[in-house]
């Protein structure tokens, strides 16, 4: 399977804790996407790299979220200190330099924070 | 900033041809998306207009209208697989991909 891949797919943690998610572009592509889903709503954007280049951060992202993209193949979420109302489902997305705007989505990662 | 509207909820009856309606104000544009995303799934891309017209692929066709702000995705021969949310998206001027909040669809018999 060579498309986009996220792990773990599920996570439910206790308020407070911290928790990492991992996102697995399709190889080709150089730009990588976090987005935040909830229930009813459209995905929200949080992040984006251009190689290892982290471009953009939406405003809305506090300081408790960090990404990585080291070497520019793999991509890291952290969201440190968790409250409940970061639970959501935390989606990846990869496209190449040519594709603006066509995104490949990954499965997700499902956040509950209890 | 972007503002993207798109109504809640849209019900059809199998067969039929159904229009879902997008109206956007960006400060910039490169281009508007429609995306598909069935119930627990991620969203997959379906169709990209760049230039006022209809796009047509397959059962799916797109339509923009940039002076009017306002793009329409059109579902032809409609079938149950197609109940799913449909989601409109700008890029406005920059790298990041906006979406609204979709439009539930439910295809009926």
């Known amino acids: 399977d060579t498309g986009v891949s996220q792990n773990p797919r599920h996570k439910i943690t206790k308020r407070g804790q911290n928790v990492t998610f991992r996102c697995d572009p399709i190889?080709?592509?150089?730009?990588l996407y976090w987005y935040r889903q909830t229930l009813g709503q459209g995905p929200e954007f949080l992040t984006y790299?251009?190689?290892?280049?982290?471009?953009?951060k939406s405003r809305l992202l506090s300081d408790r979220f960090s990404a990585e993209r080291p070497k520019g193949s793999f991509s890291t979420l952290e969201i440190q200190r968790t409250e409940q109302g970061d639970s959501a489902m935390y989606l990846c997305?990869?496209?190449?330099?040519?594709?603006?705007?066509?995104?490949?989505f990954g499965e997700g990662s499902r956040l509950t924070v209890l | 900033g972007q503002n993207i509207d798109q109504p809640t909820e849209m019900t059809a009856t199998e067969g039929a041809i159904v229009q879902i309606n997008c109206t956007y104000q960006t400060s910039g544009f490169n281009g508007l998306f429609w995306y598909q995303q069935h119930a627990g799934e991620a969203p997959t891309f379906l169709s990209y207009?760049?230039?006022?017209g209809l796009e047509e692929k397959g059962r799916f066709s797109s339509f923009l209208s940039r002076s009017k702000g306002y793009s329409y995705l059109l579902l032809k021969e409609l079938q149950m697989k197609d109940s799913a949310s449909y989601l409109c998206?700008?890029?406005?001027?920059?790298?990041?991909?906006?979406f609204g909040t979709g439009t539930q669809l439910k295809v009926e018999l």
């Open positions: 997305a990869s496209s190449s330099w040519r594709g603006l705007g066509e995104l490949f």
């Open positions: 190889s080709e592509h150089n730009r």
């Open positions: 790299f251009q190689n290892e280049a982290q471009l953009e």
């Open positions: 998206a700008t890029t406005g001027g920059g790298n990041k991909l906006t």
């Open positions: 207009n760049v230039l006022d």
